[in-house]
T-cell receptor, first 114, second 112 residues
């Protein structure tokens, strides 16, 4: 299996622009997670899905952030409008089940908002 | 408030030496604790997952310990190699709501 796939790997955009990050989880996994990582705050869970349904979005920083999972093999995280403080590395991860199971992380998308 | 604190923030050791990283947490109720290794520019990779009843778990040269009474965990690396240079992140899961609380990591550098 190719693992969790994210695109793009790097994104540079200007403040106010819309940004869309994409994720393809490992085939067969029923949980998908979106994380954000910064030097100051480390890794933070933004939202997670189970069987394509959002379960907990309490980590989404504000209404400018939205996430969708239209099917089992694709998810998007959208920021509109983007701000410089959104600059971070965004990771997608997937797992088969919850609890004492492995989460497999993608390579991340490094977002820079100027 | 659920918190995970790791120490030291950074560590530099000579290749071949051993080292121990610490993780203290206040997450309650406890479900499990994970150690991840994150190479620069890559996503975290799981090293171990430990539940309440497990005191020690090994993965090659990595050995994790857990003391659920004192809410402390350690990750011991034996005979370090240059490829061990990475950030090591401790993550604790809540029992019930399944929320994860992340430490800010220890940056380990192995020098030849």
């Amino acid at each position: 299996d190719a693992g969790v796939i994210q695109s793009p790997r790097h994104e540079v955009t200007e403040m106010g622009q819309e940004v869309t990050l994409r994720c393809k989880p490992i085939s067969g996994h029923d949980y998908l997670f979106w994380y954000r990582q910064t030097m100051m705050r480390g890794l933070e869970l933004l939202i997670y899905f189970n069987n394509n349904v959002p379960i907990d979005d309490s980590g989404m920083p504000e209404d400018r952030f939205s996430a969708k999972m239209p099917n089992a093999s694709f998810s998007t995280l959208k920021i509109q409008p983007s701000e410089p403080r959104d600059s971070a590395v965004y990771f997608c991860a997937s797992s088969l089940g919850q609890g004492v199971v492995e989460q497999y992380f993608g390579p991340g998308t490094r977002l820079t908002v100027t | 408030k659920n918190q995970v604190e790791q120490s030291p923030q950074s560590l530099i050791i000579l290749e071949g030496k051993n080292c121990t990283l610490q993780c203290n947490y206040t997450v309650s109720p406890f479900s499990n604790l994970r150690w991840y290794k994150q190479d620069t520019g890559r996503g975290p990779v799981s090293l171990t997952i430990m539940t309440f009843s497990e005191n020690t778990k090994s993965n090659g040269r990595y050995t994790a310990t857990l003391d659920a009474d004192t809410k402390q965990s350690s990750l011991h690396i034996t005979a370090s190699q240059l490829s061990d240079s990475a950030s090591y992140i401790c993550v604790v899961r809540n029992f019930g709501n399944e929320k994860l609380t992340f430490g800010t990591g220890t940056r380990l550098t192995i020098i030849p």
